[in-house]
């Protein structure tokens, strides 16, 4: 017996992907069941096979944006560097291509929560954080590596710099926003690049060294 379109999975994942867009572009509090429904092309009925409420709703839209993130960097090309400046190097340039054409095109839906929603609902706090943190630490796991081989004396944390990166990142795609400049992000992440060199000891830019 074929299913009900209301139990075909893909409608889920409708769900999911409008709400992720219309909660970025419009924030939490102004975006409806109704206006998701539309978006998505489902029914209030099919709405609620998946979801008891936009609370949860918005949850797994969180968890599914963040897991969305973690897998895009989990496969980017830099991880086949050999050396570890590289791949520090191959992280933000991953970064850029992720603000301007992948993930974070539209800006950051954990951002956008952690400002609407963090401070009224610890658990979506707790998500933002973990969320976050782990972005942190994917980042740190490279630059450790890079300070062990290029500047083992050189007084920073790892997983400090790696929040740096996040905190750059989120207040760069908001710059961008209102300046409707997204190149904003690029400019702020090739001023982190260059911190970070220094920090390692690599006072020449990037395109000088041969």
């Avoid at 496969?75 to 974070?104: K, M």
């Amino acid at each position: 017996m074929p299913r009900r379109a209301a139990e075909h999975p893909v409608v889920r994942q409708r769900l999911l992907e409008a709400a992720r867009e219309l909660m970025l572009r419009d924030g939490f509090a102004a975006t409806g069941v109704a206006d998701i429904c539309a978006a998505a092309g489902v029914t209030k009925g099919s709405f609620f096979h998946y979801f008891e409420s936009k609370d949860a709703l918005s949850t797994a839209a969180l968890l599914s944006f963040g897991a969305d993130l973690g897998l895009a960097f989990g496969a980017a090309p830099f991880h086949a560097e050999p050396d570890s400046l590289a791949r520090v190097d191959g992280y933000i340039d991953f970064t850029i291509q992720v603000c301007r054409s992948s993930v974070l095109r539209h800006g950051c839906l954990v951002g956008a929560f952690a400002q609407e929603r963090a401070s009224s609902q610890a658990a979506v706090r707790e998500a933002c954080h973990a969320i976050f943190a782990g972005w942190a630490t994917s980042f740190a796991e490279h630059l450790a590596a890079a300070k062990a081989a290029y500047a083992p004396n050189a007084a920073f944390n790892p997983h400090g710099l790696g929040l740096h990166l996040v905190a750059v990142v989120e207040g760069a795609l908001i710059l961008a926003k209102t300046s409707a400049d997204p190149d904003v992000v690029e400019a702020h992440l090739e001023h982190f690049r260059t911190y970070v060199r220094y920090l390692l000891g690599q006072q020449a830019p990037r395109q000088q060294e041969v």
